[in-house]
């Protein structure tokens, strides 16, 4: 676990590394990429050892009997979050983003509306238009420098169009973990619009001490009816390359209706990712992610105070996540000037805040699962970048 380790994954086929020159200018000789989802530390030895057995038998065939894994993910569940999972409520997808698609196929038609509370993981937006849906952006309200919903002017929005609601809980980009009574105004909404609820809590797992995440399911059973819940070992454990993911769906008929379209798409599992997932969800990857979440609580804390340290920048509070989703409105700069200081000056690749939807414009997010020597010089750089406002 030495999160310390400076690991140079340059020249590694790194989407986070290799693609920031193309797409915003930085070049991987001189910058910081801090704008895609993985971490640069190794993941848990558990499960490079599960990998290393794979190599050493040399055969890689179909994968089959899947128990083990789904038992994994039951331990996983009940000891970590308290949720019973139904091994038969498990669908095994090739990641999230290709979850979320399954799940627009299922439970909509083309031109049906689909929910985004925005600003909002931008994946959402992508594949909701790819599928020829609309996307409804339902923004949320930023009070005492965080989000929180407003059902009210949600509940004047919607027009019978809409078919699906999209939560993301834990929040991305704002780091938020929603209360219970939060959850419950969200399952509350989707009952009174008939709304299929589907809850990605990916980063469930990324949760900074004096937080905790509530699995939706365990919010209000009288939802079950139309609830879906999208969850994943590839972001809690760095593990994403391997675009393994599951939807859990505890309601037969609702289940019956994702199983159709499931089919329907020949969906098969990855060996490679099923392997790894299994041996992360045990008592070493519980250990693993205890030790990140100290680690990155340390990254959290420097790079808010770097930031609070420049006129008219602000990190919104940071509750899960490795995303801090920061706030230059109080610069006075428009979007195209601080986004050139900190590419251009500063040199950190960050996602662009107006890709989030609707709220989104005056962020930039940063990726802080780094190591710590990096967050410090992605805070030198940026004070460096906004000098004259000091």
């Known amino acids: 676990m030495n999160f310390d380790e400076i690991i140079d994954r340059r020249g590694t086929h790194s989407s986070k590394w290799d693609m920031m020159e193309p797409i915003y200018g930085v070049s991987p000789e001189e910058g910081l990429a801090m704008w895609v989802a993985d971490m640069d530390f190794r993941p848990p030895a558990c499960v490079s050892q599960a990998l290393q057995s794979m190599v050493d038998h040399g055969i890689y065939g179909y994968f089959g009997d899947d128990a083990a894994y789904k038992a994994a993910i039951g331990w996983w569940m009940k000891s970590r979050h308290?949720?019973?999972?139904?091994?038969?409520?498990?669908?095994?997808?090739?990641?999230?983003?290709?979850?979320?698609?399954?799940?627009?196929?299922?439970?909509?038609?083309?031109?049906?509306?689909?929910?985004?509370?925005?600003?909002?993981?931008?994946?959402?937006a992508r594949v909701i238009r790819a599928a020829g849906r609309e996307?409804?952006?339902?923004?949320?309200?930023?009070?005492?420098?965080r989000y929180e919903m407003d059902f009210a002017a949600y509940d004047a929005q919607m027009t019978g169009r809409e078919k699906v609601v999209i939560l993301c809980s834990p929040h991305n980009p704002g780091g938020r973990v929603w209360t219970r009574d939060e959850l419950q105004a969200v399952a509350d909404f989707a009952r009174r619009h008939d709304l299929v609820l589907i809850s990605d809590e990916i980063h469930h797992d990324l949760v900074y001490p004096g937080q905790r995440h509530t699995v939706m399911d365990l919010v209000d059973d009288r939802i079950?009816?139309?609830?879906?819940?999208?969850?994943?070992?590839?972001?809690?454990?760095?593990?994403?390359?391997?675009?393994?993911?599951?939807?859990?769906?505890?309601?037969?008929?609702?289940?019956?209706?994702?199983?159709?379209?499931?089919a329907a798409m020949g969906m098969s599992a990855n060996s490679f990712g099923m392997i790894m997932a299994t041996a992360a969800y045990s008592p070493e990857g519980a250990e693993w992610i205890d030790a990140l979440m100290g680690y990155l609580d340390g990254n959290r804390k420097l790079l808010d105070e770097g930031i609070a340290a420049i006129p008219g920048v602000s990190s919104m509070p940071l509750e899960a996540t490795y995303l801090s989703w920061v706030d230059f409105s109080g610069t006075g700069m428009a979007a195209d000037e601080f986004t050139r200081r900190v590419e251009k000056e500063a040199k950190i690749a960050v996602n662009h805040g107006a890709s989030f939807g609707t709220g989104g414009e005056n962020f930039l997010r940063f990726n802080i699962a780094t190591p710590r020597a990096r967050i410090s010089e992605a805070v030198e750089r940026l004070q460096k970048a906004f000098a004259d406002l000091q």
């Open 224 to 262: 079950r009816d139309r609830l879906v819940i999208l969850s994943a070992t590839t972001k809690s454990f760095n593990i994403a390359g391997v675009h393994n993911g599951n939807v859990i769906i505890h309601d037969p008929a609702l289940r019956a209706k994702f199983a159709a379209r499931f």
């Open 82 to 124: 308290g949720w019973e999972v139904d091994p038969a409520a498990i669908f095994t997808t090739h990641g999230l983003v290709n979850a979320t698609a399954l799940c627009i196929e299922a439970f909509t038609a083309p031109g049906d509306g689909v929910v985004l509370f925005t600003p909002v993981y931008h994946a959402f």
């Open 135 to 145: 996307v409804v952006e339902c923004p949320l309200a930023k009070r005492d420098g």
